[in-house]
Structures are given as C-alpha cells and as structure tokens.
T-cell receptor, first 115, second 116 residues
C-alpha cells in the first residue's frame, strides 16, 4: 500500500540554524500539506500546496517558513532560522485529486528539537 | 473559523468491550468532512474513518463506527470489541468541502487506554 514517507525521523539543531524537512508524498497525489504538533498539544495546520504554489497557509507559517517541490517526488519544508518554540513533530500529508481529495494521508513525522 | 472540541482527555476500556469517544464541532458551513485519526505511541497519524456531512448514513469500518448528528454538530466514534492495539491518542478532525486542498482542523485528542 502506498504511503507518505518523511526524512529524517529525528533532527536536533541549534537555535538560529536552518533545517530542511523532507517528504515523499504518495505518487499520484497532487495536494500536499505540512502540519506540526508541539508535544502534548493538538495538531496544527501550517500550509497546503498545489500546482507548485501555496494554496493556503496558517498564521503560524510566517516568513521563516518556506515550502518547495524541487522535483517530481519530494516536498520540503524549510525553517530558515530555527527558534526554541519550533521544537515539535512535523507531519507531511498528501491527498489525491478528484472525489478522494478530501482524505489526507500522513507520513510518520519528523521530530525536530531546537536547542 | 471552524473549531473542534474533544471534551474527554482520557478514556479507558476493558479489552473486548465497547467505548465511545466524543467530538463536537462548530461551523457555519453546510457541507464538510469529518475524520477520526489514531496516533499510537509512534506518533504516526493513521486514518480510522471518515464521514461526509451530506450523507445521513453513519460510516462504519469494521469495528469502528460513528454517530454523526449534524444538527447537534456531534461526531462520536464507537470502537467495538476493543483490542490492545486500539490503545492510542484519537483525534477528531474537520475539513471544509468547498475548497480544494483545505486544511484539517483537529480537536485536542482523547487518550484511549485498553485494559487487558
């Protein structure tokens, strides 16, 4: 069964450093998403991406965040200058086009720790 | 903006018994989707079941079923014949139907413990 994959599974970085989180969505999916979950809190939407552009973003997704689909398979989230409060689990998700587009399938997450 | 509320931070059930997890939501939209996701200790988000708001029939997936009450804006999850592997955090989520690529809005989650 196809699944969303994410790398790395864990990342530790120093405050102020740039990090890139990578995702490989399900191959025939066209909509891509990033969510984050701070430990003990609910899952929060960051951004959605379709047709090589951002279709929606939340108030959390400020100028320090960016997303990119550099090739036909990868979808990345870049945090330009990490802060302590960026420590969280980051989930990538994807959904298909057409009638099934409403169901988002999640990857296993990247656990980011900013020191 | 839509909100999702799960008022039960923790629930427990005996193995083989039935448990119901509650979820309420607030929206001014008439057409939308509702989901239950499961998050085991590995923290991966796994889709359990989905419901289209325009369908009156409650969704079922094997031992999992929902009680969707649109007028009351309630969407509860029933787990029958509970198994040890059902132990996890369960999140209720809402998605608008009208816009492609719309966000999921999650509730706070309910931690389910299954006792042997």
């Amino acid at each position: 069964e196809p699944e969303v994959t994410q790398t790395p599974s864990h990342q530790v970085t120093q405050m102020g450093q740039e990090v890139i989180l990578r995702c490989v969505p399900i191959s025939n999916h066209l909509y891509f998403y990033w969510y984050r979950q701070i430990l003990g809190q609910k899952v929060e939407f960051l951004v959605s991406f379709y047709n090589n552009e951002i279709s929606e973003k939340s108030e959390i997704f400020d100028d320090q965040f960016s997303v990119e689909r550099p090739d036909g398979s990868n979808f990345t989230l870049k945090i330009r200058s990490t802060k302590l409060e960026d420590s969280a689990m980051y989930f990538c998700a994807s959904s298909a086009s057409g009638v099934y587009q409403e169901t988002q399938y999640f990857g296993p997450g990247t656990r980011l720790l900013v020191l | 903006a839509q909100t999702v509320t799960q008022s039960q931070p923790e629930m427990s059930v005996q193995e083989a018994e039935t448990v119901t997890l509650s979820c309420t939501y607030d929206t001014s939209e008439s057409d939308y989707y509702l989901f239950w996701y499961k998050q085991p200790p590995s923290r991966q988000m796994i889709l359990v079941i989905r419901q289209e708001a325009y369908k009156q029939q409650n969704a079922t997936e094997n031992r999992f079923s929902v009680n969707f009450q649109k007028a009351a804006k309630s969407f509860s999850l029933k787990i029958s014949d509970s198994q040890l592997g059902d132990a996890a955090m369960y999140f209720c989520a809402y998605r608008s139907r009208g816009t492609s690529g719309s966000r999921l809005t999650f509730g706070e989650g309910t931690q389910l413990t299954v006792n042997p």
